[in-house]
């Protein structure tokens, strides 16, 4: 769950704006804390900022999380739940993150497991053992779901935990390869990246309700304006024996969208090349507008529009992207070979680029506090 505020919104927007903003980096053991409003502080992280997925360098456990304040001098803090934890490493491929209550998830890939830390402080309350996760989403403050592979290339499964007890009471079979889940009016939308599919899942019963054929290789989910359903396809790569692309039987990505009043397909708006693939689908909060790696560049896509963009929004890729739900600002990451810290660059809602700092190793994703 990704969080804002009114004061969030217009700080960093004035600061930006007036060229004021800077960035510092923190290695320290203490990290200053400036809240908001005049209440009772819960911890160093209990402040408007920016969560950085690092997701580190594969085979080994040095995935970790950083932190941009928007207040005590927007200083980006690395490495907190390192720093929370006696400075045990967090673990292998840092997927995903999400925050509910006062708790958050994070997802640690090839560390096979979902680590819940303490979301003011980063100080580690449980681990649930899961089989190759992938994402995270709650239904309520109580239950939440998780996408696994399990074993590559087999069916998949959706584990559905309990976040009071962080037991795993049930698992749902889907097709290979599951991504990202979201929940939309009770209905739990699963992307099954490993064929062209949707699955539906009542939250009610946990049971599969119908499957929605899109296009090949559905990963990446954002809902839009009127629960509408946007469906990032990455397409369907085909290899000859020895391990080269067959582009004759390879097939291009698509941005689709769904009804989800009816869970019919709308629109289906394929790429023009199978040579190259779509990345990194982020929406706005008002659902106004779409983003996505494409060609070595950043695209953005009005939703009204029948037709993808001709043209680039912004002329580079980014390994990751990430809407500000306040301000519309978006953040794009640079993994920098995977060498040592990544880079990550904000620009405003015009394409105009602000700023950027360093993070982690591996950076791929935001969550906003």
């Known amino acids: 769950m990704k969080r804002s505020t009114p004061f969030r919104s217009f700080y960093i927007a004035a600061l930006l704006l007036t060229g004021s903003l800077g960035f510092t980096g923190c290695d320290s053991d203490e990290e200053k804390v400036n809240p908001v409003a005049d209440t009772e502080v819960r911890g160093p992280y209990d402040q408007q900022g920016v969560f950085i997925l690092n997701e580190g360098n594969y085979g080994t456990p040095n995935g970790s999380i950083s932190f941009l304040s928007d207040s ?106 599951p991504e990202e889940l979201l929940v939309v009016e009770g209905k739990l939308y699963v992307a099954i990246s490993g064929g062209d599919k949707i699955t539906v899942i009542n939250t009610g019963t946990d049971a599969v309700e119908t499957d929605i054929q899109v296009s090949d290789g559905p990963a990446e989910l954002e809902v839009g304006i009127k629960n509408r359903l946007w469906v990032l396809a990455k397409g369907k790569t085909v290899y000859n024996a020895d391990w080269s692309v067959n582009y004759d039987e390879t097939t291009p990505g698509a941005l689709v ?38 060609q070595g560049a950043t695209y953005a896509h009005n939703p009204s529009l029948n037709s993808l963009a001709a043209s680039p929004f912004i002329g580079r890729n980014f390994y990751g992207l990430g809407v500000d739900p306040d301000n519309g600002y978006l953040y794009g990451s640079d993994t920098n070979g995977f060498s040592g810290e990544g880079t990550v660059y904000i620009y405003q809602p015009d394409g105009t680029q602000v700023s950027e700092f360093k993070a982690g190793i591996g950076p791929s994703g935001f969550v906003f506090n």
């Open 72 to 177: 005590a001098g927007h200083e980006v803090v690395n490495n907190i739940t390192q720093k929370a934890n006696d400075d045990r490493l967090l673990g292998d491929v840092v997927m995903d993150m999400d925050i509910v209550g006062d708790r958050a998830y994070i997802v640690a890939n090839n560390s096979d497991k979902l680590e819940v830390v303490n979301a003011y402080t980063m100080e580690t309350e449980g681990v649930v053992g899961l089989k190759q996760p992938r994402h995270f989403t709650a239904a309520t403050p109580d239950k939440a779901y998780v996408s696994e592979w399990v074993t590559f290339g087999q069916p998949g499964q959706v584990s559905v935990i309990d976040l009071k007890s962080l037991q795993v009471v049930k698992t749902i079979a889907v097709g290979p390869q």
């Open 257 to 294: 969208s769904v009804n989800t009043a009816n869970n019919a397909v709308v629109n289906t708006l394929p790429f023009g090349s199978n040579q190259h693939t779509p990345d990194n689908l982020a929406i706005t909060s008002d659902g106004g507008k779409l983003y996505y790696n494409y």
